[in-house]
């Protein structure tokens, strides 16, 4: 249950604040939100991450489609085990989804998150998707991590 909860609430709010960002800034217009820290700056990606192959996002939704269902499928077999994994495929499901609608309602989607120590300007299912990808990869050493130790325990 938490896993769903999880997804839509990114979705959710993906989507929130995409919508708000479409109905109170124009395209490149930047407001201020942290001084030289963090700023919101509405950029329409036709493209894919990070601005590449402008024009061609949609051939990204059947990439999303697969990933949700695939983690669904592992998810049913029981091969996500810890929580970070079920919380970072969570996170992944509802990053993917949200830029997925985004590609099919508008053959883009909006980005506005500018942190002035990184380059580019992202949304909120960018950063879910990332931040769900380390959660994974982290449950996964982290279970690898366990069994060795198990296993070395064992021998003595």
Do not use: C
């Amino acid at each position: 249950m938490m896993f769903f909860l999880t997804a839509l609430t990114v979705l959710a709010i993906d989507q929130a604040t995409k919508i708000a960002v479409r109905l109170h800034m124009k395209v490149g217009n930047s407001v201020p939100v942290w001084d030289e820290v963090l700023q919101f700056t509405r950029y329409e990606n036709s493209g894919i991450a990070r601005g590449m192959l402008q024009g061609y996002g949609r051939l990204s939704v059947p990439i999303a489609v697969f990933v949700t269902v695939m983690i669904l499928y592992y998810r049913k077999k029981g091969l996500l085990n810890s929580s970070a994994q079920q919380i970072g495929a969570a996170l992944l499901v509802g990053g993917a989804l949200g830029n997925a609608i985004d590609r099919l309602l508008y053959n883009q989607v909006t980005d506005f998150i500018a942190f002035t120590f990184m380059d580019g300007i992202l949304n909120v299912a960018d950063y879910a998707i990332q931040f769900g990808i380390l959660l994974i990869i982290a449950g996964m050493l982290r279970e690898e991590w366990r069994s060795r130790k198990q296993a070395r325990s064992k021998e003595h």
